[in-house]
């Protein structure tokens, strides 16, 4: 099981960067979705984080716009019809990535 499990995360881990957004949220399970979505904010907040000063507000005003697509994105597919348990992940993975959204806004802000 725990060998299952270490699998099907290491995989997600890999496709939440390669995959479609829809295809990926569609293909993994809740937890493994959620994982996925922190892991692409992730590493867009350390992309500009990296930078220098002066690249730093730059490259983060770039990436908030990638960050809200995300979200819209994300809203679109809540609109979709669905089954009860994907749209109770989908409406999970849209409440989690509007604090994702703000911090990054709060991160924007700080560094201005």
């Not at 979705?33 to 002066?54: F, P, T």
């Amino acid at each position: 099981m725990q060998r299952s499990v270490r699998a099907v995360c290491s995989r997600g881990a890999k496709d939440c960067f390669s995959m479609p957004l829809r295809e990926f949220v569609a293909g993994y399970q809740s937890q493994v979705a959620l994982a996925g979505i922190q892991m692409l904010w992730n590493n867009k907040v350390q992309d500009c984080l990296e930078r220098g000063q002066k690249e730093r507000i730059t490259e983060l005003e770039r990436k908030k716009k990638d960050v809200n697509n995300l979200m819209s994105e994300l809203t679109m597919m809540c609109l979709e019809d669905m089954d009860r348990l994907t749209r109770t992940k989908v409406e999970t993975l849209v409440t989690i990535h509007v604090h994702q959204r703000d911090l990054f806004g709060k991160i924007l802000e700080d560094a201005k």
